[in-house]
């Protein structure tokens, strides 16, 4: 079945500075890719998607980016504000019912 | 728009004992979900129902029950709660197989 790898487990940043995360992906079949943010105490948020047929998806300041290839895609996070703080989790899915195969987060800290 | 709702918030239960979690959801959404969240684990899938009368088994469903009886709604049962079942249960749902809404989970602790 899929695996997603996700990475770093941890990053701490500079309020103002951008963030990056990266996951990859074992399934070359797999053709959707979300991410969601977590807030404590609360449920996943979609926070943004990217499907295998686009290379790059911007919403204000978040974008991801989609290699193929390499089977890898990224969150960017610019301008980062001290309410992006939460744990965020990618996903893969080759688009069948069964769903999403999540990473296992990384703990997005902003520093003042 | 209440969107997925989750019942009950908390629980705790004694070993052996059985329970039911309700998943809500008010999108007309065909697809549901179960996951479980486990620290430094991720998400992972339990069971996920396609439509109404229909359930499927996901990655980790041992000692679980589901049913979906109506379409706004997706149960899961745990017939003799195990202390590894000590997890935060989230639901989620879907209009198609992968954009997912989640609930705001059920934190259930075994003793």
């Known amino acids: 079945g899929e695996n997603v790898e996700q990475h770093p487990s941890t990053l701490s940043v500079q309020e103002g500075d951008s963030a990056v995360i990266k996951c990859t992906y074992s399934?070359?079949?797999?053709?959707?890719f979300p991410w969601y943010k977590q807030e404590l105490g609360k449920g996943p948020q979609l926070i943004i998607d990217?499907?295998?047929?686009?290379g790059e998806k911007k919403d204000q300041r978040i974008a991801v980016t989609l290699n193929k290839t390499a089977k890898h895609f990224s969150l960017h996070i610019t301008e980062t504000q001290p309410e992006d703080s939460a744990v965020y989790f990618c996903?893969?899915?080759?688009?069948?019912?069964?769903?999403?195969?999540f990473g296992k987060g990384t703990h997005l800290i902003i520093q003042p | 728009n209440a969107g997925v709702t989750q019942t009950p918030k908390f629980r705790v239960l004694k070993t052996g004992q059985s329970m039911t979690l309700l998943c809500a959801q008010d999108m007309n959404h065909e697809y549901m979900y179960w996951y479980r969240q486990d620290p430094g684990m991720g998400l992972r899938l339990i069971h996920y129902s396609v439509g109404e009368g229909t359930t499927a088994k996901g990655e980790v469903p041992d000692g679980y029950n589901v049913s979906r009886l109506k379409k706004q709604n997706f149960l899961l049962g745990l017939e003799s709660a195990a202390p590894s079942q000590t997890s935060v249960y989230f639901c989620?749902?879907?209009?198609?197989?992968?954009?997912?809404?989640f609930g705001p989970g059920t934190r259930l602790t075994v003793t």
């Open positions: 399934d070359s079949a797999s053709n959707y």
């Open positions: 996903a893969a899915s080759i688009g069948g019912a069964d769903g999403l195969t």
């Open positions: 989620a749902s879907s209009y198609v197989a992968n954009e997912q809404y």
């Open positions: 990217i499907r295998s047929n686009v």
